[in-house]
């Protein structure tokens, strides 16, 4: 099914603190996930992927994880920022018939980093 | 890295007026490219699909008469919005992806539309 554009959550965390940001997907047929920061007035930045055959990954002070049973994913970043604060989307590729690699967005998470 | 260029970045016009944008790939060859629609502290909303030298595939709901994409050439695809209104303001975001390649959607920074 569609995600449905919700009023979005919000995280605030503090300078240097470790943030999680979760988000349920919808297809379990999905085999291919990215995270996505959205700064205001900016489109979608690409931050990490995962595909579905692997449960975690690491990037530069990122790490997303991934559970296919409850259909879940998360994102944690490390000793965040202040200028990570933005707006994180998940996303889910859904593969194989002429989906033409359409993506599917979550709702989104509102993260605030306070100095 | 790869880049799609979308403008204008925003638009105030009048109510009835036909708006277009342009949504384009400046380093690679962009087979297929993404109309989304996002409102005020919402998530991106696919409108439709477009591959270069088909008709665009819309999403239910999104009436093709009303937001008509034309996807020419490897590097351009245009939105307009016909006879805009009040309702129709958002913001709105291409991508564009080489279906050929592994490489995963590059998003443009949006268009602001704004109808009076």
């Known amino acids: 099914g569609e995600s449905v554009g919700l009023h979005l959550p919000t995280l605030s965390v503090q300078e240097g603190d470790n943030s999680i940001i979760n988000c349920a997907y919808s297809?379990?047929?999905?085999?291919?996930f990215i995270w996505y920061k959205q700064e205001s007035g900016k489109g979608p930045q690409f931050i990490i992927d995962?595909?579905?055959?692997?449960d975690k990954r690491q990037g530069q002070r990122v790490t997303v994880l991934l559970n296919k049973t409850v259909k879940h994913l998360s994102l944690q970043i490390a000793a965040t920022q202040p200028g990570d604060s933005a707006v994180y989307f998940c996303?889910?590729?859904?593969?194989?018939?002429?989906?033409?690699?359409?993506?599917?967005f979550g709702q989104g998470t509102i993260l605030t980093v306070h100095p | 890295g790869a880049v799609v260029s979308q403008h204008p970045s925003r638009v105030i016009c009048k109510s009835g007026t036909s708006v277009k944008i342009e949504c384009r790939s400046l380093?690679?060859?962009?087979?297929?490219m993404f109309w989304y629609r996002q409102f005020p502290k919402q998530s991106l909303m696919l409108m439709a699909t477009?591959?270069?030298?088909?008709?665009?595939?819309?999403e239910q709901g999104v009436e093709k008469d009303k937001f008509l994409i034309n996807h020419a050439s490897l590097t351009l695809s245009t939105l307009t919005v016909t006879s805009a209104h009040p309702e129709d303001s958002s913001f709105y975001i291409c991508?564009?992806?080489?279906?050929?390649?592994?490489?995963?959607?590059?998003f443009g920074d949006g268009t602001r539309l704004s109808i009076l």
């Open positions: 380093d690679f060859q962009a087979t297929t």
């Open positions: 991508s564009a992806r080489d279906l050929r390649s592994n490489q995963p959607q590059h």
């Open positions: 297809n379990s047929a999905s085999d291919y």
């Open positions: 995962i595909r579905s055959n692997m």
């Open positions: 996303a889910e590729l859904n593969a194989g018939g002429t989906s033409y690699g359409k993506l599917t």
């Open positions: 477009s591959n270069e030298g088909s008709k665009a595939t819309y």
